[in-house]
């Protein structure tokens, strides 16, 4: 079995995608890391270690002593956090990947995964059904490092063969842990509000429709490509893929289907410019045609699934109707 390391594993999508990564290779194999290790990473089944992807020498290091074979990249600065320190996001999401580029060339490393996001397109992008290969302006420095990454993947891909896939996740809703400073965070928020106080603000329009996948569905995607056949993939570190695409109207009135009287109110603020920047939906004909990409979740189940993992956790103080 090869030794997979995890960056970012403590967060939103590490945290799934590394339980995951346990159920397929077994929870020896997979080497769960975070600049931070979070107190409940001690019940984790594998192997845990503290590695920030912005210190390269702990980076090849940790790689080196666990002979790791592949890395999923997660580590990394959301959207509206990094318009706050631009900088900052720039070293770790730019720096940080060549940094895990540069290891993987120089050790056993053969295959990698980075995300990466909607944010590469910007204003100029047609916005609904986005194609997978169109203008990529983006007006983030999130986007930025994004589109950055994606080239800077393929040149290792194209100049040392690297193994460097990814795709470009649309927002993504889940009840495990939160996610941290992203623009689509208001997708997560609006259903703890929902079951704990019946009330939420979403710092988006009303009217504001994006792309969003379910945590299952996102870590379906990792593994699908990351299992794809090297020869069928024309496309490498910026697969386009769709699963859902709803406002934050539409969103609350789902919602409002199981707890009737759920209140949503709207209060844009300086989120809604980036949100605004990006697409509405996105053509994943490539994802569907090069490694079989198709999503299980729409809005529907995916409303129906969310509020049935937090009731089960217990998290309601607010009365609820099961439809
Ligand atoms: C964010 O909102 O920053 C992320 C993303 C779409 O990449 N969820």
Not at 119 to 148: H, M, N, S
Not at 269 to 283: K, M, N, T, V, Y
Request: hydrophobic share 40%; glycine share 8%.
């Amino acid at each position: 079995m090869p030794t997979i390391l995890v960056t970012g594993a403590f967060g939103q999508i590490g945290t799934e995608l590394t339980q995951a990564l346990y159920t397929r290779y077994g929870a020896d194999n997979v080497l769960a890391t975070g600049r931070r290790v979070p107190e409940s990473a001690g019940t984790l089944a594998g192997p845990v270690e503290t590695l920030d992807v912005t210190d390269p020498a702990r980076l090849r290091e940790v790689c080196a002593r666990h002979d790791v074979e592949i890395i999923y990249h997660l580590a990394a600065r959301l959207s509206a956090v990094a318009e706050q320190a631009p900088l900052e996001a720039w070293r770790i999401n730019v720096d940080g990947l060549r940094n895990v580029l540069e290891t993987a060339k120089a050790s056993a490393v053969k295959r990698l995964f980075w995300p990466s996001s909607i944010a590469v397109f910007g204003p100029e992008t047609p916005r609904t059904l986005t194609p997978q290969d169109t203008v990529t302006r983006p007006t983030t420095v999130y986007g930025i490092a994004k589109v950055a990454g994606e080239l800077l993947c393929d040149y290792y891909a194209r100049r040392y063969g690297l193994d460097a896939r990814g795709v470009r996740y649309p927002g993504v809703i889940s009840s495990g842990a939160l996610p941290g400073g992203g623009t689509t965070d208001y997708a997560v928020e609006i259903f703890y509000a929902a079951v704990q106080t019946g009330r939420y603000t979403a710092f988006v329009r009303e009217d504001c429709r994006l792309p969003m996948i379910y945590m299952p569905d996102c870590v379906k995607a990792a593994l699908q490509l990351m299992d794809a056949d090297r020869e069928t993939l024309e496309h490498r570190s910026g697969f386009n893929i769709n699963a859902m695409s709803f406002s934050a109207g539409e969103l609350a009135a789902e919602i409002r289907r199981h707890i009737p009287d759920f209140i949503c109110d709207f209060d844009p603020d300086e989120r809604q410019q980036i949100a605004d920047s990006w697409p509405d939906s996105l053509d994943d004909g490539a994802a569907r045609r090069e490694w079989g990409w198709q999503p299980s979740y729409d809005l529907e189940t995916m409303t129906a699934d969310m509020l049935s993992k937090l009731r089960a956790r217990r998290l309601s103080g607010h009365k609820e109707t099961a439809r």
